[in-house]
């Protein structure tokens, strides 16, 4: 039955945190009533999807994968979440990830770690399937949902799709409401689709974009009809290799697949060109700073108070009831990422970290600027390596880092950025190829995209 495959799948792979079956069987149910009665039919008709646990729903627990929002159940649903069921799509469940979306192996969830449905031949450790949108990325591998929401903040829509074969892409900053969708780093947090194509990705997200005036930052454009516009004759575009990309100790694997990339996309007709994005060392530090920043900013909200979790021990005051509730309801990484963001903004520091990095950001930002002046799109690795196995590097938090390295720039600069799937590393694992775009093109981005697919 559904249910005892739901089961198996949850067993294996710890995708969901809750699973709410009965919602995509009620929105089924719908579309076949507004066909019977004539009606027209949304984008996303009868599509079972799962939705990130970090998009409020409205009844339907809400966790970030933090214990600090276990039984958090809100009172309104996220726009992006109402925009997806009001074009006809139904919600299998709630997606499992890293702990507020801080991660890139999905070992920072309160709920269990993720595992990917790959293996490395002959060899049972179990492989991250990417973060923070772990959870997404192995549902749709695995076949349990056609399609997911992800949100991207330094990269987690790109690096689990291409650690597990799968598409998804970043839209420009702003396109995607952020109203209702758990912050993490505000200015850089984006939703985005992942699904099995590019051309399920850009439906998806036809149907997720689009102005609200709830989020401040969002964009005042229409949403254009990327399905419909789709093709992978890329005649007369250029494609902007940048050559800081060549890390010294790319894997040979990463840079065949790069390469073959580069074929590809000249086969379809494009011209490719060198450009250099001469800021892309400081990405990593620069995002480290600026996302844990704004993340301990938008952490002082868990309180006790009121949401999820409240740790009241006898006898205690306000203070020793926040401090309680904090300790027990963050993760270490959580932790770990409030204390360097108030490090970073304190009085002391301030300058030398924080307005820095801000600098650094828009130098980082002019870099994209000059190259699109001399190209359409961006190809490079969405990561350096293939998935790595569970418990590899989540003992160094630095390691884990690292594999932010080639994700974390598009997000500094607000741009769209999609990992397509672009061969398998020498174990046979999926590797993935990044595509970045100007501001508002998401439909190069996804043209690119195709032609690689
Ligand atoms: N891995 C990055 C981090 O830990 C990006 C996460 C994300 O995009 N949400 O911050």
């Known amino acids: 039955s559904f249910n005892a495959a739901v089961a198996d799948a949850q067993a294996a792979l710890n995708a969901f945190i809750v ?32 939705m990130k646990d970090l998009f409020a729903t409205k009844g339907v627990q809400t966790t970030a994968a933090s214990k600090i929002l276990a039984g958090f159940k809100p009172e309104y649903e996220s726009t992006v979440s109402q925009k997806l069921w009001d074009a006809g799509a139904g919600m299998l469940g709630k ?6 979306a801080m991660g890139s192996s999905n070992e920072t969830s309160a709920f269990g770690n993720v595992i990917s449905p790959w293996r490395r031949p002959g060899d049972t450790a179990p492989l991250a399937p990417g973060g923070s949108s772990g959870g997404s990325s192995a549902a749709i591998a695995a076949r349990l ?21 799968i598409s998804g892409i970043k839209p420009t900053y702003g396109r995607c409401s952020r109203w209702g969708v758990v912050a993490f780093a505000s200015s850089l947090d984006q939703a985005g ?5 590019v051309t399920d990705c850009a439906i998806m997200l036809e149907a997720m974009a689009g102005f609200d005036p709830k989020d401040a930052t969002s964009l005042d454009m229409p949403v254009p009809d990327w399905s419909a516009a ?50 892309s060392k400081y990405a990593l530090p620069t995002y480290y700073i600026i996302a844990p920043a704004e993340a301990s900013s938008n952490l002082a909200r868990y309180d006790g108070v009121r949401y999820g979790l409240r740790d009241l021990p006898d006898g205690a ?41 801000q600098k650094v950001r828009t130098l980082i930002a002019r870099d994209f600027e000059e190259a699109f002046k001399q190209c359409d799109v961006i190809l490079a690795p969405t990561a350096p390596s293939a998935a790595f196995a569970l418990g590899e590097k989540s003992a160094d938090p630095l390691e884990m880092y690292l594999n932010d390295v080639f994700s ?37 981005v996804l043209n690119a995209g195709l032609a690689i697919e």
């Open 95 to 100: 997606l499992n990830l890293d702990q507020f």
């Open 145 to 165: 949902c056609p399609a997911a929401t992800g949100t991207d903040t330094g990269g987690s829509i790109r690096q689990p799709a291409a650690f597990t074969g």
């Open 317 to 357: 005051n306000l203070q020793d009831m926040y401090a309680a509730t904090r300790a027990a309801g963050f993760g270490p990484e959580v932790k770990r990422r409030i204390l360097i963001g108030t490090y970073v903004l304190s009085a002391g520091f301030y300058d030398a970290y924080y307005t820095q990095a």
């Open 19 to 50: 699973t709410t079956p009965e919602a995509a069987l009620a929105a089924a149910a719908k579309v076949d009533a507004d066909r019977a009665a004539g009606k027209p039919l949304g984008k996303m008709a009868g599509v079972p999807i799962g």
């Open 408 to 444: 974390v720039p598009a997000s500094l600069a607000g741009l769209p950025a999609m990992s397509v799937p672009a061969g398998v590393d020498a174990q046979g694992l999926p590797l993935g190829l990044q595509i970045i775009g100007r501001p508002f093109d998401e439909q190069g």
């Open 230 to 279: 789709l093709s992978a004759d890329l005649r007369g575009k250029k494609v902007g290799i940048p050559r800081e990309y060549r890390l010294d100790g790319l894997s040979a694997d990463v840079a065949k697949s790069w390469d073959d990339g580069i074929a590809w996309l000249k086969d379809a007709g494009a011209e490719v060109v060198d450009v250099s994005l001469p800021h």
């Open 193 to 197: 689709p992942m699904a099995r194509t």
